[in-house]
């Protein structure tokens, strides 16, 4: 008779809150204890109710004994029974008095209430994002941890949330309800028809702050952001190297895995990958490779031409490219070709002059993030690579790699046109513009071409004055450091008459 009436004769003490039986308000004051004693037996995960370690035992076992009479899809629980039985008959008794809007349970109510007053109290201790619902943090934390509890029963494909597994099996069955009606497209969920129809209008709502880049979504400005922050909340649980991306943490993680998918087999045991190579070629001639790739056993991708094995199919189809020559990614403006599209990426970058990487300790701006961290490295002066034959260290890897060719005098990169060797692969591709006679570099201020990029910088030291290398001595300055050396020369000379000391 309660439930009728209304009555709730049941306070908590704490809080105020009232129940309508005394076993409620026993559950309630667990919440301000935060006491969970009933403890999962598979995981260590522990709950406040029985209840709901009942409801979660379920999830290891698979059991979902309540079904639909109407739609036969089975749930694991009766609530989620009865939440599902109101899309069928439409009802939603739960409206917001606010904005009148109308819900079909009431804990999606309440979950909308918070969208008036703008709260979000569920902080992530990882990144110090927050969200509204709690729901919402434990997704997004599984991102951190790269956890993927949730699994398709048709490709094996798994996620980390139980949302994002219901969109993707809706690519199975190819249900695409949702349609734009301006090209007549078909989408699965009714986000991505709300921001397919903003490539129709242009529009790009959201502006970066720090360097007014717009974008047309929320989510494009977020990871934007953290280019200007140096953010990067996606952390390696083994090694604690941490990335600005999702995708660069998943990639990293296949280092620590037993499979090591980027290592050159030449003597390993791996199973030979299924190539067919059709070869249309003269003796003499160049040829292209066309390849049907198939994976290996234990799921690697070979290379047939050096035995190199890759975790993914995109990544062998782009290896081979170097041996192919193949170059299909063009710059519209100067025509240069590149291998990967991400190359061409931040290739386009020179052009347009876009530095978006900024250094937080002297302001200086630069095109790649690469680029930045190693000139990060001129604040700290740290020098962690050491040479062992001559004791001289060096702050990047790959320098001290430059660095050891002159003492074992190995020049492995050979032009193909006049045999010409170098001891690094950008001496090499310098080269090549001799006989090309390619001069790709413009100047802005008058017209001017150059083959080298550095040959450009200095040429522009001419339009803006700038003169960087100065006189100790005299005071001097000078635009080009060869300039500088020279006139050295005058003050050498004059020591050598006088005999006093120059400051160089």
Same mark, same amino acid.
């Given at each position: 008779?309660?439930?009728?009436s209304?009555?709730?004769?049941?306070?908590?003490?704490?809080?105020?809150?009232?129940?309508?039986?005394?076993?409620?308000?026993?559950?309630?004051?667990?919440?301000?204890?935060?006491?969970?004693?009933?403890?999962?037996?598979?995981?260590?995960?522990?709950?406040?109710?029985?209840?709901?370690?009942t409801k979660?035992?379920?999830?290891?076992?698979?059991?979902k004994?309540?079904?639909?009479?109407?739609?036969?899809?089975?749930?694991?629980?009766?609530?989620?029974?009865?939440?599902?039985?109101?899309?069928?008959?439409?009802?939603?008794?739960?409206?917001c008095?606010?904005?009148?809007?109308?819900?079909?349970?009431?804990?999606?109510?309440?979950?909308?209430?918070?969208?008036?007053?703008?709260?979000?109290?569920?902080?992530?201790?990882?990144?110090?994002?927050?969200?509204?619902?709690?729901?919402?943090?434990?997704?997004?934390?599984?991102?951190?941890?790269? !956890? *993927? $509890? +949730?699994? #398709? /029963?048709? =490709?094996?494909?798994?996620? &980390?949330?139980? %949302?994002?597994?219901?969109?993707? @099996?809706?690519?199975?069955?190819? !249900? *695409? $309800? +949702?349609? #734009? /009606?301006? =090209?007549?497209?078909?989408? &699965?969920?009714s %986000?991505?028809?709300?921001?397919? @129809?903003?490539?129709?209008?242009? !529009?790009k $709502? +959201?502006?970066c /702050?720090? =360097?007014?880049?717009?974008?047309?979504?929320? %989510?494009?400005?977020?990871?934007?952001?953290?280019?200007?922050?140096?953010v990067? $909340? +996606?952390?390696?649980?083994? =090694?604690?190297?941490?990335?600005?991306?999702?995708?660069?943490?998943?990639?990293?993680?296949?280092?620590?895995?037993?499979?090591?998918?980027?290592?050159?087999n030449?003597?390993?045991?791996?199973?030979?990958?299924?190539?067919?190579?059709?070869?249309?070629?003269?003796?003499?001639?160049?040829?292209?490779?066309?390849?049907?790739?198939?994976?290996?056993?234990?799921?690697?991708?070979?290379?047939?031409?050096?035995?190199?094995?890759?975790?993914?199919?995109?990544?062998?189809?782009?290896?081979?490219?170097?041996?192919?020559?193949?170059?299909?990614?063009?710059?519209?403006?100067?025509?240069?070709?590149f291998?990967?599209?991400?190359?061409?990426?931040?290739?386009?970058?020179?052009?347009?002059?876009?530095?978006?990487?900024?250094?937080?300790?002297?302001?200086?701006?630069f095109?790649?993030?690469?680029?930045?961290?190693?000139?990060?490295?001129?604040?700290?002066?740290?020098?962690?690579?050491?040479?062992?034959?001559?004791?001289?260290?060096?702050?990047?890897k790959s320098n001290?790699?430059?660095?050891?060719?002159?003492?074992?005098g190995?020049?492995?990169?050979q032009?193909?046109?006049?045999?010409?060797?170098?001891?690094?692969?950008?001496?090499?591709?310098?080269?090549?513009?001799?006989?090309?006679?390619?001069?790709?570099?413009?100047?802005?201020?008058?017209?001017?071409?150059?083959s080298?990029?550095h040959?450009?910088?200095?040429?522009?030291?001419?339009?803006?004055?700038?003169?960087?290398?100065?006189?100790?001595?005299?005071?001097?300055?000078?635009?080009?450091?060869?300039?500088?050396?020279?006139?050295?020369?005058?003050?050498?000379?004059?020591?050598?008459?006088?005999?006093?000391?120059?400051?160089?």
């Amino acid at each position: 008779m309660k439930a009728h009436s209304g009555e709730k004769p049941y306070q908590c003490n704490q809080c105020g809150k009232t129940f309508l039986q005394s076993s409620h308000l026993k559950s309630h004051l667990i919440t301000h204890t935060g006491e969970k004693p009933h403890i999962c037996s598979l995981c260590g995960k522990a709950f406040t109710l029985k209840s709901n370690l009942t409801k979660h035992i379920s999830r290891h076992t698979l059991e979902k004994p309540y079904q639909c009479r109407q739609c036969n899809k089975v749930f694991s629980d009766n609530s989620g029974l009865g939440t599902h039985l109101k899309t069928h008959s439409r009802e939603k008794p739960y409206q917001c008095s606010q904005c009148e809007k109308t819900f079909s349970t009431s804990s999606n109510l309440a979950s909308h209430l918070i969208t008036h007053t703008g709260e979000k109290p569920y902080l992530c201790s990882l990144c110090g994002k927050t969200f509204t619902l709690k729901s919402n943090l434990t997704k997004h934390i599984q991102r951190h941890t790269v !956890e *993927k $509890p +949730y699994h #398709c /029963s048709q =490709c094996n494909k798994v996620f &980390s949330d139980n %949302s994002g597994l219901n969109t993707h @099996l809706e690519t199975h069955f190819r !249900e *695409k $309800p +949702y349609q #734009c /009606s301006q =090209c007549e497209k078909a989408f &699965s969920t009714s %986000s991505n028809l709300a921001s397919h @129809l903003i490539t129709h209008t242009g !529009e790009k $709502p +959201y502006l970066c /702050s720090i =360097c007014c880049k717009a974008f047309t979504l929320k %989510s494009n400005l977020t990871k934007h952001i953290r280019i200007h922050t140096g953010v990067k $909340p +996606y952390k390696c649980n083994k =090694c604690d190297k941490s990335f600005t991306y999702n995708k660069g943490l998943v990639s990293h993680m296949m280092i620590h895995t037993v499979e090591e998918p980027y290592q050159c087999n030449q003597e390993s045991n791996l199973a030979e990958p299924e190539v067919e190579v059709n070869e249309d070629h003269n003796d003499g001639e160049n040829y292209n490779l066309e390849l049907q790739i198939k994976p290996t056993n234990n799921k690697t991708f070979a290379c047939s031409q050096c035995d190199k094995t890759y975790s993914q199919k995109n990544q062998l189809i782009i290896h081979m490219r170097i041996h192919t020559g193949e170059k299909p990614y063009q710059c519209s403006q100067c025509n240069k070709a590149f291998s990967d599209n991400s190359v061409l990426r931040t290739h386009l970058k020179t052009h347009s002059g876009e530095k978006p990487y900024l250094c937080n300790q002297c302001g200086k701006t630069f095109s790649q993030s690469s680029h930045l961290g190693t000139h990060l490295l001129t604040h700290t002066g740290e020098k962690p690579h050491l040479c062992s034959l001559c004791d001289r260290a060096f702050a990047l890897k790959s320098n001290l790699t430059k660095h050891l060719s002159r003492h074992t005098g190995e020049k492995p990169y050979q032009c193909s046109q006049c045999n010409k060797a170098f001891s690094e692969n950008s001496g090499l591709r310098s080269h090549l513009i001799t006989h090309t006679g390619e001069k790709p570099y413009q100047c802005k201020f008058c017209g001017n071409t150059f083959s080298r990029s550095h040959h450009l910088k200095k040429h522009l030291k001419i339009h803006t004055g700038e003169k960087p290398h100065r006189c100790r001595q005299c005071g001097k300055a000078f635009s080009q450091s060869i300039s500088l050396k020279k006139h050295l020369k005058i003050h050498t000379a004059e020591w050598a008459e006088t005999g006093d000391q120059v400051a160089i």
